[in-house]
């Protein structure tokens, strides 16, 4: 079965500090890795993506992600909070064998204090 | 573009009655789907579709069915709601069904069942 954690229902970070959100799957095959990001009473908005090659990928608003196969997590990080990255943000996968299936976490809300 | 747009944007029924919410996308993408959005459980799917003709079932598709008689639009019908279809619905499209593409929300429907 095809599944994603995210461990933290909330993450809190002053502004400047490095945030990391984090993240870990179970999939058939090969995963392919996804974040989105979700502002108050908006819909799902795609930062990033893994899907082969290099483990560090940068995305959007300055955010990348490690994937790390022997752990199977894809965490998110930013080396520098900003107030304006809080919000609800969602880790995502297919799997190799079933990918016409996302399977989403239960989201982690980002909280950047001035 | 537009992107994903969804009608409306609030609903409330009473328990047994029916309903649709609307779903279209003008980016000629191929795959459309249907998630629901509760509290401390992320995404879950409930249909989605490969192409016109073409429709399947999610992780929750009791209660909700669909057609995808277009490329542009990806109705999801309510047979006769219950109180537990109270949620927040969203719709989302891919460029095709392959692996590595990532998905494109609409701002979603709120909905409540009395």
């Known amino acids: 079965a095809q599944s994603v954690a995210q461990p933290e229902d909330q993450v809190n970070v002053a502004e400047g500090n490095p945030l990391t959100v984090k993240c870990t799957y179970s999939?058939?095959?090969?995963?392919?890795l996804f974040w989105y990001v979700q502002y108050p009473n908006r819909g799902l908005q795609f930062l990033l993506k893994y899907i082969t090659g290099d483990n560090l990928v940068k995305g959007s608003y300055g955010f990348e992600a490690e994937f790390n196969k022997s752990q199977t997590s894809f965490h998110l990080k930013k080396p520098s909070a900003l107030v304006s990255d809080s919000a609800l943000y969602f880790c995502a996968v297919r799997g190799e064998y079933n990918f016409n299936k996302f399977y989403f976490g239960s989201g982690t809300k980002l909280n950047v204090k001035p | 573009n537009a992107g994903v747009t969804q009608t409306p944007k609030f609903q409330v029924l009473k328990t047994g009655q029916s309903m649709t919410l609307q779903c279209a996308q003008d980016?000629?993408?191929?795959?459309m789907s249907w998630y629901r959005q509760d509290p401390g459980m992320g995404l879950r799917l409930i249909h989605y579709?490969?192409?016109?003709?073409?429709?399947d079932q999610g992780e929750v598709p009791n209660g909700y069915n669909v057609s995808r008689s277009t490329t542009e639009d990806f109705p999801l019908r309510l047979l006769s709601a219950a109180p537990s279809q109270t949620s927040v619905y969203f719709c989302?499209?891919?460029?095709?069904?392959?692996?590595?593409?990532?998905?494109?929300f609409g701002p979603g429907t709120r909905l409540t069942v009395l």
């Open positions: 989302a499209s891919s460029y095709g069904a392959s692996f590595y593409n990532e998905q494109f």
């Open positions: 579709s490969v192409g016109a003709g073409i429709t």
């Open positions: 980016m000629n993408h191929e795959y």
């Open positions: 999939v058939s095959g090969n995963p392919y």
